[in-house]
């Protein structure tokens, strides 16, 4: 785990995911291929398919997750040891799970799911995606091995929210309580200079995603603003 985490130190992580009637939904391995050969210091991946693909191929270390939604559940990434058991098998090195209070799939709690995970597979590094302070409290005190921010913004406490608001304050505060474990700056990272900036607060890798391997996010971003200097 150490060697692990010592490959990702201030390295860049990149979220290759495109969901189902995305432009590019089966063609992410491409993305990931192409971030590594930017300097990637590791990728993340959704699916079996894919991990599988970029574990054969690509010499970084690689996250998994599975998107599955349950009808009775709020929590849709990696949510059950199902999914866990899938990313496992395809390889990944780590697997990044949501973490917060939403409700899971059949009323199962955080502290449940924990527990089968690690019961399943006592070595698998798991991330936990937590939202606030005290959900990543609670994720480490259970035993996740590294946490994430990029819940945040994506649960009803902080719905509407962006994690570069008032200088990364919700990065700041989880980063003063978790400092036992790797805490990973997620979410929101739009630029370069939001990446050098949570390097400064003490993040110990970056994941980045839309900014760089969704087209059409960037797009849009450049049409909105152009259409608001047009008014």
């Given at each position: 785990?150490?060697?692990?985490?010592?490959k990702?130190?201030?390295g860049?992580v990149?979220?290759?995911?495109a969901?189902?009637?995305?432009p590019l939904?089966?063609?992410m391995?491409?993305m990931?291929?192409?971030a590594?050969?930017g300097?990637?210091?590791?990728?993340l991946?959704n699916?079996?398919?894919?991990?599988?693909l970029a574990?054969?191929?690509?010499?970084?270390?690689?996250?998994?997750?599975?998107?599955?939604?349950?009808?009775d559940a709020?929590?849709?990434?990696?949510p059950?040891?199902?999914?866990?058991t899938?990313?496992?098998r395809?390889?990944?090195?780590?697997?990044a799970?949501e973490?917060?209070?939403?409700?899971?799939?059949?009323g199962?709690?955080?502290?449940?799911?924990y527990?089968?995970c690690?019961r399943r597979?006592?070595?698998?590094i798991?991330?936990a995606?937590?939202?606030?302070?005290?959900?990543a409290?609670?994720?480490r005190?259970?035993?996740?091995?590294?946490?994430?921010?990029?819940?945040?913004?994506?649960?009803?406490?902080?719905a509407?929210?962006r994690?570069?608001?008032?200088?990364f304050a919700?990065?700041?505060?989880i980063?003063?309580?978790v400092?036992d474990?790797?805490?990973?700056?997620?979410g929101g990272?739009t630029?370069?200079?939001?990446?050098?900036?949570?390097l400064?607060?003490?993040?110990?890798f970056?994941v980045?995603?839309?900014c760089?391997?969704?087209p059409?996010?960037?797009?849009?971003r450049?049409?909105?603003?152009?259409?608001?200097?047009a008014m």
């Open positions: 785990m150490i060697e692990l985490f010592q990702l130190h201030r860049l990149v979220s290759c995911q969901l189902p009637g995305e939904f089966g063609q391995f491409a990931a291929r192409a590594v050969e300097g990637a210091s590791g990728v991946l699916g079996y398919e894919d991990i599988v574990k054969a191929a690509l010499d970084v270390p690689v996250i998994g997750v599975v998107t599955h939604a349950y009808s709020e929590v849709d990434l990696t059950t040891v199902e999914e866990v899938a990313i496992m395809a390889g990944a090195d780590m697997i799970c973490a917060t209070n939403r409700r899971r799939p059949e199962e709690t955080i502290d449940t799911f527990e089968k690690r597979f006592p070595q698998g798991l991330i995606e937590v939202a606030t302070v005290e959900e409290i609670q994720a005190q259970l035993g996740f091995d590294c946490i994430s921010t990029a819940a945040y913004g994506y649960t009803p406490e902080t509407g929210r994690l570069p608001t008032d200088d919700a990065f700041r505060d980063r003063q309580v400092t474990c790797p805490v990973i700056g997620e990272i630029s370069p200079d939001h990446a050098v900036r949570l400064e607060l003490g993040a110990d970056l980045v995603g839309s760089i391997t969704r059409q996010a960037i797009t849009e450049f049409t909105n603003a152009m259409q608001q200097q």
